[in-house]
């Protein structure tokens, strides 16, 4: 019997073994991905003979992609970048990187993938150039095959040059900062960006579904393939499948078109992102070559010029945001858990929509607006023939606009999130008619590839005569930025047109920082080049009722908006502060004000107004905090929903219940301080629905601790965000502690970023310490690749213990 048993056993595994061994020749030619952003050289300055093999760069920094040099540097109230870019330094650097490719790979074609370099980028490999980039937010590729050394050592290396400064209004970062692939396919081969998906019909019953699909045969033969494209649910189930057979010439491209019926389908949207893929096979006989995926959503949307926008049939406004691309104290560095970090915060306050200001965004940033469910104006330029400063795009327009529009759309255009293009913000040429040209060709651009979302442009103007890129005619939606008091002309103004506010609000705050009275409001300043009585710790009130001479304060944007019926919605600058752009003020100011979440990813009190109006869950939130001089006269605001009213009571004594009257969007007291227990009661038909009490805090105690989570990857990308403050004995945080934090990181974990949201904070963001501002600071831990729980302490000194804690690493 036992005997019996082990034949059946080894001739099971002889079985298994030949079946994988006959898959592996099925499909031996399939495309391979691999991560190219480890073992990298690195060094600031210019080295042209890094490019040669035999060069010695023993003396060169080792690290890992993607990679912002800028972010490391001092900074410098003279440095080249100035205010905009936030003082820091930017220069040229050199990377490279000796790496081997197996000699099976000898009949593929390799590429290597950049998804952006800033900027001015040169690839060579084995001494050889491949080209040059100059934009720095535009993903791209090269072909290497007929450079490289099969199953030898190959060098190659990127020349950046970011040294022609200024070149741009806000940070920018210098370097790889975004992900490297390195991609072998077959000779016969799905394009780069080479699948077009779109839905042109959807019901209850069926969607369906057209695919464009742009195969590329490399070699020397004609050949003849079978094409199979799947689409699977989200759970990897198969629900619907297509096939064809084509011939393709040699050394050429071929375009190929499928079409599905996928039933009962499930729509994407931004409360249920549900997510087919189309998985893309291409077969020469019966071997596998290559494999590609194309992510689908099933939605469809409209704007209307009376009714503003819906989603699948459903009205709804565009609640957004406007974001830069940096990632505060990581820099442009992009990494998808401090993306998804970012965008879970603003998820949480009913944002619903990201306006990609002003360039490209990484693709991780598209990928998760996918699965989170944000809709994305895409937006391709800041300026285009007319520079805003000195060494900007506008050096580059005539050589690559096109192409970088070509291949921004290629790129994003399977994307369900993205519903808009956006070919310009605040361009120059409105004023004068070589815009309408400009316009016009643009547009034409965008529709060659992709007819299926329409084309904007965020505009300042709002005269129709003044604006030569609104008469052009080419634009589906009309964007405007700021002067939210003359939407309500706009219906006879621009009658018949779609309306979106593409940039909004801009009002300033710092976080917990309160200045009183609280019920005025300002500009600052009340127009350019004015002076101002601003503050002198470079701070502003985080009371709603600071505003820039051309913006609204949040609650003025807001109660414009909701009125208008035919607006589709509105993108606040910004959702998060970012590096550079530190308006109102001067140096020592280097970072902007203008978030509704700070620098360090806290959010501001403004945060909890969109909260309650953005949301349905109950919102209750007063401020400012309770620590204050004895009978001090102090403002306390309230945003609440969901509830009539608000009591609050100050040491047990009420001191009224107050309403919001006609368009009110906060409620206030006034109230002289006394130490204790500040505490508020929301309710709706006089039962309760929430409480909240803020205590004055006592003598510092302890360090407080808390992680975004508790769990990282040892991937040597995951990351953990935590976040370090002071609090006394019973754990009241100390709203004014400023003392300085030291960090130690150990086990399978590095500091790679400090923060604590001051807009004028110039320590480094790579120190191993951190000052508390206004009682929080945060500690950015990435893993260092050890299958190590890493081991996180934080100590203060003055009597206050050192505090610790644990993150598991799997």
Not at 49 to 65: K, P, V
Not at 95 to 105: A, E, H, L
Not at 450 to 456: A, I
Not at 764 to 793: D, P, R, V, W
Request: charged content about 25%; aromatic content about 12%; proline content about 3%.
């Amino acid at each position: 019997m036992n005997k019996h048993k082990n034949i059946l056993q080894k001739t099971t595994i002889l079985l298994a073994l030949l079946l994988l061994a006959a898959c592996a020749t099925k499909s031996k030619n399939a495309r391979i991905v691999e991560d190219f952003n480890k073992d990298w050289n690195f060094k600031i300055g210019d080295y042209p003979t890094a490019i040669q093999s035999d060069f010695n760069a023993s003396d060169w920094r080792m690290l890992q992609l993607p990679h912002d040099w800028s972010i490391e540097g001092a900074f410098d109230k003279d440095s080249k970048t100035k205010q905009a870019q936030g003082f820091l330094p930017a220069g040229m650097g050199w990377y490279r990187k000796t790496f081997t490719i197996p000699q099976d790979w000898e009949n593929k074609t390799v590429c290597v993938e950049f998804d952006g370099v800033f900027k001015n980028s040169e690839v060579f490999i084995n001494g050889h150039s491949l080209g040059i980039r100059p934009n720095g937010y535009i993903s791209f590729s090269y072909e290497l095959s007929k450079y490289l050394k099969f199953g030898g050592q190959n060098v190659i290396a990127v020349k950046v040059d970011n040294s022609a400064q200024p070149n741009s209004r806000w940070y920018t970062g210098s370097g790889i900062y975004r992900n490297v692939r390195l991609v072998a396919s077959d000779k016969l081969h799905v394009e780069e960006w080479g699948t077009f998906v779109t839905t042109p019909d959807i019901s209850t019953e069926k969607a369906s579904v057209h695919l464009e699909v742009d195969v590329k045969n490399a070699s020397e033969t004609e050949k003849e393939f079978r094409m199979v494209s799947s689409i699977l649910n989200k759970n990897n189930v198969e629900v619907a499948q297509t096939e064809s057979t084509q011939k393709i010439a040699a050394n050429s491209s071929s375009k190929n078109i499928q079409n599905f019926t996928l039933k009962n389908p499930i729509l994407w949207d931004t409360e249920n992102t549900y997510l087919y893929k189309i998985v893309t096979k291409i077969y020469e006989k019966s071997t596998l070559v290559d494999s590609y995926e194309t992510p689908l959503g099933v939605r469809y949307f409209n704007f209307d010029a009376e009714k503003g926008f819906s989603l699948n049939g459903k009205p709804m406004k565009i609640l957004g945001v406007c974001l830069h691309h940096d990632n505060g104290a990581l820099g442009a560095v992009e990494n998808i858990h401090a993306v998804k970090r970012k965008l879970t915060i603003l998820k949480e306050m009913g944002t619903n929509a990201i306006r990609m200001s002003h360039n490209p965004h990484s693709l991780e940033m598209m990928q998760l607006c996918d699965e989170m469910g944000f809709i994305v104006q895409d937006e391709a330029f800041d300026v285009w023939k007319k520079k805003k400063v000195t060494n900007d795009y506008h050096k580059d327009w005539d050589a690559w606009h096109k192409k970088d529009l070509e291949d921004f759309i290629k790129r994003d255009r399977n994307h369900p999130s993205v519903m808009m293009w956006s070919i310009g913000n605040e361009i120059r040429e409105q004023f004068d008619s070589t815009g309408i040209a400009i316009t016009r060709e643009l547009a034409q651009i965008v529709k060659a590839l992709d007819k299926t979302r329409p084309v904007t442009s965020a505009l300042t103007e709002n005269v129709i005569e003044k604006n030569f890129i609104y008469q052009s005619g080419a634009l589906d939606i009309l964007g405007f930025n700021y002067k939210h008091e003359d939407y309500k002309d706009f219906p006879k103004r621009f009658k018949g047109q779609k309306i979106i506010a593409s940039e909004s609000v801009s009002a300033l705050e710092t976080r917990g920082h309160y200045d009183f009275p609280a019920d005025g409001i300002k500009a600052w300043p009340t127009k350019h080049g004015a002076a101002f009585d601003g503050n002198g710790d470079w701070t502003v009130s985080a009371f709603d009722q600071v505003k820039s001479y051309w913006g609204a304060t949040h609650e003025e944007n807001w109660k414009t908006i909701k009125k208008q019926d035919f607006m589709a919605g509105t993108f606040i600058w910004t959702g998060f502060d970012y590096i550079g752009e530190p308006d109102p003020y001067p140096y020592p100011a280097r970072s902007s004000y203008f978030g509704i979440v700070d620098l360090a990813g806290f959010p501001k009190d403004v945060y909890f107004m969109y909260q309650s109006e953005w949301t349905t869950k109950p919102v209750l939130h007063i401020f400012p905090h309770w620590n204050w001089k004895e009978g001090q006269e102090v403002d306390v605001w309230a945003y609440y929903n969901n509830a009539d009213e608000v009591e609050l009571f100050l040491n047990g004594k009420s001191l009224g219940k107050k309403a919001k009257q006609n368009d009110d969007l906060h409620i206030s007291w006034r109230v002289k301080f006394e130490p204790g227990t500040l505490k508020a009661i929301s309710r709706k038909d006089g039962k309760v629905v929430l409480e909240k009490e803020i205590h004055t805090a006592g003598a510092a105690a302890k360090i407080d601790l808390s992680a975004n989570k508790q769990t990282i990857k040892n991937d040597s990308y995951d990351l953990v965000y935590v976040t370090a403050s002071i609090t006394d004995k019973d754990g009241n945080l100390l709203p004014n502690a400023n003392d300085l934090i030291n960090f130690e990181v150990s086990g399978g974990g590095k500091l790679v970023g400090v923060d604590n949201g001051y807009q004028a904070n110039l320590d480094s963001f790579k120190a191993n310490s951190c000052k508390l501002f206004n009682g929080k600071c945060i500690a950015i831990i990435q893993s260092n690749g050890k299958n190590e729980n890493i081991k996180f302490k934080a100590s203060a000194g003055n009597g206050i213990p050192v505090a610790t804690l644990d993150v598991e690493v799997n």
